[in-house]
């Protein structure tokens, strides 16, 4: 699949440049900056893990600091900095202050982000090095050089876009994202960055954003793991002069439908993936028991492998439905795959293996579970997990 701009509108008020390091052992482009000359307001989430990234933790503070205010965004890919210890707290601190001096700015207003190995000491008289001729490429076009700069174990950069249009103007919304591996909700492993020339505040955005990750990013799976380094921001450049006040529903759609392609892009460039299945449960008795129960089941090896094979073993996912940790009986359990019925009231009944076993093996399908006769339902986006994933984060490292 290539990824082109043809189809894209991208928003007023950013410019966007990418270069190289040389943090990457590939030698690949690995730094990234995106500005917003004229400012913008600003919104983020980031990792729920304890173990957060140098980042992630400049990142909040920053963002604190400048009420919602943001300059630029520094990527750098190909090192995390994270388990950096005060050194890496520094490098994140210096990276911004560089660049705030290059961009005329205090280093608050700017936020930095990393990916890739995890322990390794962040070169950083390599990244600010890099600065002044990464940012001297600066374009307002140049979004898909971004999206390949803050790949890693990527195989292609990921971009969605969409159009929002009241009062005889018009707004656009465009994200970047990168991710493939280390994928699970609160949020995934994931480097997100959602662009809009609509005038909103801060507050708004953080509404709209927590609101749209809800949808997408906490709703996929690949593996289970969820990263120290996870970043989802949402900039407002203003300058459509299109007020999303105006019609904040339309805006907050647009936004959510753009996470929800790139959250969709990520599980399809997932790690040695070659089945994305959308996994419904329903019947729970609320929504976290039904999440509960998607995730136990997207998360189990056994299941995942069954996947790979193309291979209807339901128990598989009956068994992991009861070990989710919610009440459920067994007796009224109901899974079908592809539409077809493979188990009902948590016994076998007949169907047809055969067609079952192509439905599965398609690139994409649907699996249903019914726990019940409850309220609660929840959907989320996974895959199989394949020989080749265990091939690239065994060799991840050396």
């Known amino acids: 699949m290539t990824t082109t701009l043809d189809q894209h509108t991208i928003p007023r008020g950013f410019r966007f440049a990418a270069g190289t390091a040389g943090i990457k052992a590939s030698g690949r482009p ?23 990234a140098a980042p992630v933790v400049v990142g909040r503070n920053h963002l604190a600091a400048a009420r919602g205010k943001l300059r630029a965004i520094v990527v750098n ?53 890099s600065l002044p001729g990464v940012l001297a490429s600066a374009r307002d076009d140049a979004v898909l050089d971004v999206a390949h700069a803050i790949m890693t174990t990527d195989t292609r950069p990921k971009i969605a876009s969409a159009v929002v249009r009241a009062t005889g103007k018009t707004a656009s919304v465009m994200g970047v994202a990168k991710g493939a591996g280390m994928i699970h909700p609160d949020m995934a492993t994931m480097l997100v960055y959602i662009l809009t020339d609509a005038v909103a505040s801060p507050s708004m955005l953080r509404r709209v954003l927590r609101a749209a990750v809800a949808q997408s990013f906490n709703c996929i799976s690949i593996d289970g793991d969820t990263s120290t380094n996870d970043t989802a921001v949402l900039m407002a450049s203003g300058a459509s002069q299109w007020r999303a006040s105006d019609d904040e529903k339309q805006f907050a759609a647009a936004v959510t439908s753009v996470c929800m392609s790139l959250a969709a892009q990520i599980v399809a460039d997932g790690e040695g993936v070659k089945h994305r299945v959308t996994l419904r449960v329903e019947g729970a008795a609320n929504t976290a028991a039904a999440a509960r129960i998607a995730r136990t089941v997207a998360q189990s090896l056994l299941v995942k492998t069954a996947w790979a094979g193309a291979d209807p073993n339901w128990g ?10 919610v009440v459920i009986d067994p007796h009224t359990v109901d899974i079908w795959i592809a539409g077809q019925k493979v188990c009902g009231h948590g016994t076998a009944v007949a169907f047809d293996e055969k067609q079952a076993h192509r439905d599965m093996s398609a690139p994409e399908y649907e699996i249903r579970i019914r726990v019940g006769n409850g309220p609660g339902a929840s959907r989320i986006l996974t895959a199989d997990l394949t020989a080749e994933y265990v091939h690239i984060n065994a060799d991840y490292s050396t």
């Not at 990234?32 to 989430?45: D, K, Q, S, V, Y």
């Not at 660049?99 to 322990?119: K, Q």
């Not at 598989?316 to 940790?325: H, Q």
């Open 77 to 129: 890919a190909g090192n995390a900095n994270c388990a950096t210890g005060e050194s890496g707290m520094r490098a994140a601190e210096k990276t911004c202050a560089q660049l705030a001096v290059l961009l005329g700015t205090t280093p608050e207003n700017i936020l930095p982000s990393s990916t890739g190995i995890i322990g390794v000491p962040l070169p950083l008289d390599k990244l600010i090095a």
């Open 30 to 52: 690995d730094v990234a900056i995106i500005e917003a000359p004229l400012g913008a307001n600003a919104a983020a989430m980031f990792t729920r893990n304890r173990v957060a």
């Open 316 to 325: 598989r996912m009956l068994a992991a439905a009861g070990r989710a940790g």
